[in-house]
């Protein structure tokens, strides 16, 4: 079993910076693909960003040019960097780790239990 635990969520304002991290444990036999999806109150989980074991990275139209998602193989743990943040951007980011590089939530295998993020005007 992996266990994903998130961090650095917290509360901003709008044009702010936050950096979440994601640091994975447990039964890790081959590298994942990473992922972070997001879901505001009222709305369905959407994908953020995903990056494979070889460092090749996927984005949301929404968050392009804004967000960078990064990872650490040797510390298990994979970076979302959040820059000109939005109040658009306000929901809980869930990490999430499975074998196919792609958006779609159905396909993560392992989840995290999510960081709030909160961007204010």
């Known amino acids: 079993q992996v266990q994903l635990v998130e961090s650095g969520g917290g509360l901003v304002q709008a044009g702010g910076s936050l950096r979440l991290a994601c640091l994975a444990s447990?039964?890790?036999?081959?590298?994942?693909?990473m992922g972070w999806f997001r879901q505001a109150p009222g709305k369905e989980r959407e994908f953020v960003a995903a990056?494979?074991?070889?460092?090749?990275?996927l984005y949301a139209d929404s968050v392009k040019g804004r967000f960078t998602i990064s990872r650490d193989s040797g510390k298990n743990t994979v970076y979302l960097h959040m820059n000109s943040l939005k109040p658009t951007d306000t929901g809980v980011y869930y990490c999430?780790?499975?074998?196919?590089?792609?958006?779609?939530?159905?396909?993560?295998?392992?989840w995290g239990q999510g960081a709030q993020v909160t961007v204010y005007s």
């Open positions: 999430a780790a499975g074998f196919d590089y792609t958006g779609t939530p159905g396909k993560y295998e392992h």
């Open positions: 447990g039964r890790i036999f081959r590298p994942y693909v």
């Open positions: 990056i494979s074991s070889v460092g090749s990275s």
